[in-house]
């Protein structure tokens, strides 16, 4: 089973931020969040991980919160082909990193 | 810099028939997993490979088995196929997991229908 959870849905108007959130209440104090997204008909694609220490790349930032019992992946200013399905995992290293992959949250960027 | 990419994209095949799907890694990856995203779902786990070996198995029935060749390239055979393996099925690559935390790179996949 799939170590988070996610709302099913969100939208978010062009331009805007869109905070989506994560729990991981069960997650160990060395297992990384992972957040990948699958724009429709592609493959996921990898957008950012972290452990305890907030990250930001050119895609997205991460903010995890103290506890690092849950996470929210900012898209600072949301463009259309930001739509797509977000993905927060985190890892089984025990198990040879497999992602298990839940629903994720559909979010729909809308002018 | 080649990404992952997963041959064919498409393709139709009839129930008890046997498939083979291919992928070749990113350039520098050498380890290979395999999904099966049903429709609507999100991707199932169903094994990984490094060193030309099996390493981690989802719960997939022994219908599916794969293969690792020496420049790493990996296929994945599905036999005697069932309506319920029409699924987009995705290969990712990595580095091995024990050289640290190595996102997946996952390629665009192949469209299995059966009927």
């Known amino acids: 089973d799939a170590k988070t959870t996610q709302p099913p849905s969100m939208d978010c108007a062009e331009g805007r931020a869109a905070n989506l959130p994560c729990n991981h209440s069960?997650?160990?104090?060395?297992?990384?969040v992972y957040w990948y997204r699958q724009i429709h008909s592609q493959g996921p694609q990898y957008i950012i991980h972290g452990l305890k220490n907030n990250e930001t790349n050119e895609m997205a930032s991460l903010i995890i919160t103290e506890d690092r019992k849950s996470s929210t992946l900012i898209l600072p200013h949301a463009t259309l082909r930001d739509t797509a399905v977000y993905y927060c995992?985190?890892?089984?290293?025990?198990?040879?990193?497999?992602?298990?992959f839940g629903q994720g949250t559909e979010l729909s960027v809308k002018p | 810099d080649a990404g992952v990419t997963q041959s064919p994209t498409h393709l139709i095949k009839t129930r008890g028939q046997q498939v083979t799907l291919r992928c070749s890694p990113k350039?520098?990856?050498?380890?290979v997993s395999w999904y099966q995203q049903a429709l609507g779902q999100g991707p199932q786990f169903i094994f990984q490979y490094y060193e030309e070996e099996e390493r981690q198995r989802g719960n997939f029935p022994d219908r599916f088995s794969g293969h690792q060749f020496p420049n790493y390239s990996s296929e994945l055979n599905v036999n005697a196929l069932l309506l319920g393996d029409s699924a987009l099925y995705l290969c990712?690559?990595?580095?091995?997991?024990?050289?640290?935390?190595?996102?997946?790179?996952f390629g665009n996949g192949t469209r299995l229908t059966v009927t």
């Open positions: 990712a690559s990595s580095l091995p997991a024990g050289t640290g935390y190595s996102p997946l790179h």
């Open positions: 350039s520098g990856h050498d380890t």
């Open positions: 069960t997650i160990s104090g060395n297992e990384y």
């Open positions: 995992i985190v890892p089984d290293y025990n198990q040879g990193g497999k992602l298990i």
